[in-house]
């Protein structure tokens, strides 16, 4: 599969209207933390949810454990009412994420799913909220709790609001005896009843382990392990506590869920695992299927792997990387239906399981460590800190037994850098965005290609190339939806705070992603630090969007939640021409 910048340069000859976005405020509105206080980095998760009935947008912040909702107008301004609530941590554990629902025929429920408060790696809990108001001072103590799993990290509902999907992490977390608590992943399935109120008594729970579907009844492995694996699956990191291997379900630890619009299935990244879990959370409650996504062959595609170079300086190798999908959104185009990932990448370092860490630089690597088969151009530039040798190179993937020992024959790295679209029923890939993200920010953001916040003291400028050697433009997140017809994709980089806009046009095989804008809010010279304190640092660290459309009151207003900068952007989409 080729980049599809070739076929976007001859799209856009002659007429064309480029879509692009524009802040509706003059400044981003900072949020403040649990002390009231303004404090760059303050938060690692910033999570939204809209109430299109009282015009209401909730933003949630992880580690100072507040809620500030805003009411905002139809130009897109902030309305006259504003509410905080704060929670104790050391009470309610950290929020992590925020859901509202409101059926057609029943009462509305907020949802907010927090972690255990005294161990992480214990179950959380979801707390059901009645809506805030124009007529609420306060939004009041939850009518309904629920005990979820270990670290319940994203939620979604169904579109009738009947069932809400919780993903739970299951995070490893080091007990005073310096062993591991650490769980297995799992997803929980609440089944809520019509007239919701502080009168239910109970509410049903099914539960949905990846065990079930990898493990035999004594831990081991079931055959389809292996299947997986051969396919691409990474049965990483493959943790040891009390120097006894772990089963494989707890090293599943699922990270975001879609749900497709018939509420029958459900689709799960594993994101350190390299794939995708299928889940019936309708009547078998299970999982049906885990699909690994395998690895990106860079044969016909470019980037730039080094921080050493002071720029952009993309250069093609004959290595892979694996997809490693994050975020996940569902689409449907010519009545056919589609899985968009992001294909974000992470890595693993737990030094409590035997100093497990599956990543070290390209110039790291002994000659002992790589395979005799391996290509001596690519031994040379595994070596040149300018090419590969600042690379964050697998230890664990792409690797053989020669000579009694694991050696490096495939040199592979973590997330496609980029998105992938995919057929909604098998999971096969259709077509994706691969080096045109890094090229489109080269050619219109050079200054700050690939920055990232490494130290209050640095500047943007300092920074570029930071997240080069890891996952380049580094997608946190993805956003759909509809502006005069035509269908949209917002890509938000969860480093340098670059905005992609995307329009995509129905194919034969699938819809094909045109890039028309780019945005970046926020200065470049100035120290990270002044720049915040300036209130100009941009959208730094975006961790969620929310998009109103063509079909909703407020329409085409973009809302960018950046977390590192602990802010609300609001923007207008418009049509250049």
């Known amino acids: 599969m080729r980049s599809l910048l070739p076929l976007v340069a001859v799209c856009l000859s002659g007429t064309y209207a480029i879509i692009t976005i524009t802040p509706s405020t003059n400044t981003p509105i900072q949020l403040t933390d649990r002390n009231g206080d303004l404090m760059l980095g ?3 998760l910033n999570k939204m949810a809209w109430d299109e009935v009282s015009d209401m947008l909730y933003i949630l912040a992880k580690e100072p454990s507040k809620l500030t909702t805003f009411s905002i107008t139809t130009e897109g301004a902030l309305g006259a009412l504003s509410f905080n609530t704060t929670w104790d941590p050391i009470l309610f554990g950290e929020p992590l994420d925020i859901e509202l629902c409101r059926p057609n025929s029943g009462t509305p429920r907020l949802a907010i799913s927090f ?9 959380g809990k979801v707390r059901f909220y009645n809506p805030l108001s124009t ?30 999907a919780v993903v739970n992490q299951g995070v490893p977390f080091q007990l005073n005896n310096g062993n591991y608590e650490d769980p297995g992943g799992s997803v929980y399935v609440l089944t809520l ?23 035999d009844p004594s831990g081991g492995d079931l055959p389809i392990v292996a299947q997986l694996v051969e396919q691409g699956f990474r049965r990483m990191p493959t943790r040891i506590d009390n120097q006894t291997p ?11 869920i879609e749900i497709a619009p018939n509420g029958n299935t459900a689709y799960v990244t594993l994101e350190k695992n390299n794939a995708v879990a299928v889940l019936d959370i309708n009547t078998l409650m299970r999982v049906n299927n885990i699909i690994p996504f ?55 370092e737990k030094p409590g399981y035997d100093g497990f860490v599956d990543f070290k630089r390209g110039s790291s690597f002994t000659p002992t460590e790589l395979s005799e088969d391996l290509d001596t151009s690519l031994r040379e530039k595994l070596a040149d800190p300018s090419r590969l040798g600042d690379a964050f190179i697998s230890t664990v993937d792409g690797t ?8 490096i024959v495939n040199i592979t790295m973590f997330g496609g850098r980029g998105i992938s679209i995919r057929d909604g029923q098998t999971l096969e890939l259709r077509t994706a965005l691969v080096d045109n993200l890094e090229r489109k920010a080269q050619d219109i953001y050079a200054s700050v290609f690939n920055t990232d916040f490494t130290d209050p003291t640095r500047s943007p400028q300092q920074d570029r190339d930071a997240t080069s050697p890891t996952f380049g433009p580094n997608i946190g997140y993805i956003e759909t939806g509809f502006f005069e017809g035509k269908k949209l994709m917002f890509l938000g980089s969860k480093s340098s705070g670059m905005i992609y806009i995307y ?75």
């Open 246 to 256: 772990l089963p494989i379900g707890r090293n599943i630890e699922p990270t975001s």
């Open 42 to 44: 303050a938060s690692t």
């Open 294 to 348: 395998g690895f990106r062959n860079w044969g016909n595609f470019y980037m730039d792997a080094s921080e050493s170079d002071n720029g952009p300086r993309f250069e093609n190798y004959r290595i892979r990387s694996a997809y490693m999908p994050g975020s996940v959104q569902w689409i449907t185009s010519n009545d056919t239906d589609y899985l968009i990932t992001v294909d974000k990448g992470v890595m693993s």
């Open 135 to 164: 007529q609420s001072n306060e939004l009041g103590e939850p009518f309904y709790t629920a005990r979820v799993g270990e670290y319940p990290i994203d939620m979604k509902f169904t579109m009738d609001c009947s069932r809400l």
């Open 503 to 577: 329009v995509l046009v129905p194919s034969i095989d699938c819809p094909q992603p045109y890039f028309h804008s780019i945005y970046r809010r926020g200065g470049t010279i100035q120290t990270w630090q002044t720049l915040y304190d300036n209130n100009n640092i941009g959208d730094l660290g975006i961790t969620n969007m929310l998009y109103l459309d063509d079909s909703a009151d407020h329409n085409n207003l973009l809302f960018v939640a950046s977390a590192t900068a602990n802010s609300l952007s609001i923007y207008r989409v418009t049509d250049e021409n």
């Open 193 to 215: 009843p019509a007239q919701f109120t502080d009168t239910t008594d109970h509410i049903s729970i099914d539960f949905i382990y990846f065990n079930d579907f990898l493990e």
């Open 115 to 123: 972690s255990d408060p005294t161990n992480p790696a214990y179950g």
């Open 400 to 407: 053989r037994e020669e000579s009694t020992f694991q050696k």
